[in-house]
């Protein structure tokens, strides 16, 4: 009852290292209070697209150059490479450079253009003064890591730059830019909006924007709030919120790569009822991690309502016995996954339609539940106000397999495009980071799987007739597929056609109807 075909052992994947990198947390006075400048990723990005996030880039080897041929500038700080990192960031991403006098101002275009085109000229003009770093003032607050299923991980250092008032414009720079729209938040307005579902966020901004609101109600203001975090910088684990009441453990798996992990979300508002869905945990580390989370929610004044399963794969299913020392809770799955388990008399079946409410302090937060078969059968989703707790229907980490021996082509497509159809503000996927373009994912998905579609019946047509040729002929775009795995999706998609009538096999081999 797993992924892979027969013969096919799973492949290990490394966790990514964490590359070194910088955020510019930019603020400037308005009546009322102070704000701070965040920028929306497009969605073409491969990492983060559609997020709100503040401006910033992964240390280069021209930061480390300019640190080690200039050692006079910035002589004072201990971190001036992450520090030139910033400043070359803030020129390229939004037009922006210390004056010399201890403020920002806006640089020339083409300055910046020349920046633009190569990194490199970020140092030459700095040696010729066009640009300087002179009376520049900046506090580390906080430092995060990207938590390790995502595509591409950073150990950044976020710096706060205050611009006074009015402060500066920024502005969008020539040719392709990692934003399409700049926007002034006050930190607690930045939460509340997350919290409304109106935008999203990346998990390490979350409770980033949360440090900065609980400080600024200590210290009276956004500056004096910074003072205090750049003198005892938040650091280590933190939540990881991938939307309203909506948190995530990442459990250490055995899943198909380039996955490392499997994401356990726990449902529910702080202080109230809580489900923990998929909780994978087999080994030291992965039992760990829910064991401090299981503990949290208690501390919180939460408790466990149920453990619900999406699906009855092994990388989603983890030791029972063993969580059942961690906590005790009624499993709620379908009944293909409750007959993959063992017994308890507490368990319930979760079928199409049904729905559960998890009161919380704010209220009852609802949850509906629908099938999705075509991956596994009994998958189910979670639809509810903050997105769809999605199973492995898509991932942006790799891809999906539909097995040939249990899966089901023609429902997991279908099932993709009911999921694009209910329009949820996000994805919560089995694997890797959260989906906040949700229609644009499952709509790519949906095609690649009708033009893969496409591609096998193509291949029968031109006389291909066993498996390896055809898998051969459909897979041709994909050299680097593993032949058993080409070989096995192949075949789902034949079984497919030869339901809908495209294709027959009587046993010598397969024919186009």
């Not at 009276?220 to 991938?242: I, K, T, V, W």
């Not at 202080?271 to 998929?278: F, L, P, Q, T």
Request: hydrophobic share 35%.
């Amino acid at each position: 009852m797993g992924e892979l075909p027969e013969g096919m052992e799973m492949p290990k994947s490394e966790i990514t290292t964490p590359r070194s990198s910088a955020s510019v947390i930019l603020s400037r006075e308005r009546d009322g209070g102070h704000e701070i400048l965040l920028g929306h990723r497009v969605s073409e990005l491969p990492a983060f697209p559609d997020v709100w996030s503040f401006p910033g880039g992964a240390i280069s080897r021209v930061d480390r150059g300019a640190a080690e041929s200039h050692p006079e500038w910035l002589r004072e700080r201990d971190d001036r490479v992450s520090v030139f990192a910033l400043l070359r960031e803030m020129v390229e991403e939004l037009g922006v450079a210390p004056d010399g006098l201890g403020g920002l101002t806006e640089v020339v275009e083409d300055i910046r253009a020349e920046v633009c085109a190569d990194k490199t000229n970020w140092l030459r003009l700095m040696e010729s003064r066009n640009l300087t770093c002179e009376g520049f003032h900046c506090e580390m607050i906080t430092e995060r890591i990207t938590p390790p299923q995502a595509p591409a991980r950073f150990h950044n250092l976020f710096f706060h730059v205050p611009t006074g008032d009015p402060g500066v414009t920024p502005t969008f720079p020539p040719g392709r830019s990692e934003f399409d729209e700049f926007r002034w938040w006050r930190p607690a307005d930045l939460i509340d909006s997350w919290e409304a579902n109106e935008i999203r966020l990346p998990p390490p901004l979350v409770t980033l924007a949360r440090d900065l609101v609980e400080a600024i109600e200590r210290e009276g203001d956004l500056q004096s709030a910074c003072d205090a975090l750049a003198a005892n910088p938040p650091s280590g684990p933190h939540r990881f919120e991938y939307g309203p009441g909506v948190e995530c453990v990442l459990i250490p798996t055995d899943t198909l790569p380039p996955a490392t992990h499997t994401n356990c979300f726990i449902l529910g508002e702080r202080g109230g009822e809580r489900v923990i869905v998929d909780p994978a945990a087999k080994d030291e580390e992965g039992l760990e991690e829910l064991s401090l989370k299981v503990q949290e929610i208690y501390d919180d004044g939460s408790s466990i309502t149920a453990t619900i399963f999406t699906h009855r794969h092994p990388d989603h299913i983890g030791d029972l016995q063993q969580i059942s020392e961690i906590y005790q809770a009624p499993i709620w799955a379908s009944s293909e996954t409750l007959a993959a388990i063992p017994p308890c008399d507490s368990d319930q079946v979760l079928r199409e339609g049904d729905s559960f409410v998890l009161d919380g302090p704010s209220g009852g937060i609802l949850w509906d539940v629908i099938e999705s078969p075509g991956h596994c059968p009994g998958q189910i989703c979670l639809v509810g106000e903050a997105g769809v707790v999605s199973g492995d229907n898509c991932t942006l980490v790799g891809t999906i397999l539909v097995p040939s021996g249990e899966g089901d082509m023609g429902a997991y497509i279908s099932g993709l495009e009911r999921i694009r159809d209910l329009r949820p503000k996000v994805l919560f996927p089995g694997h890797g980071p959260l989906v906040a373009n949700p229609k644009r994912v499952l709509t790519e998905y949906i095609e690649h799987r009708k033009a893969r579609h496409q591609k096998v019946l193509e291949a029968v047509r031109t006389g291909n007739s066993d498996i390896p040729s055809i898998a051969s002929a459909a897979y041709s775009d994909s050299p680097g597929a593993h032949p058993l795995l080409a070989q096995d999706q192949a075949l789902s998609h034949l079984k497919e056609l030869q339901r809908t009538g495209d294709v027959e096999n009587d046993g010598s081999g397969y024919t186009a109807a």
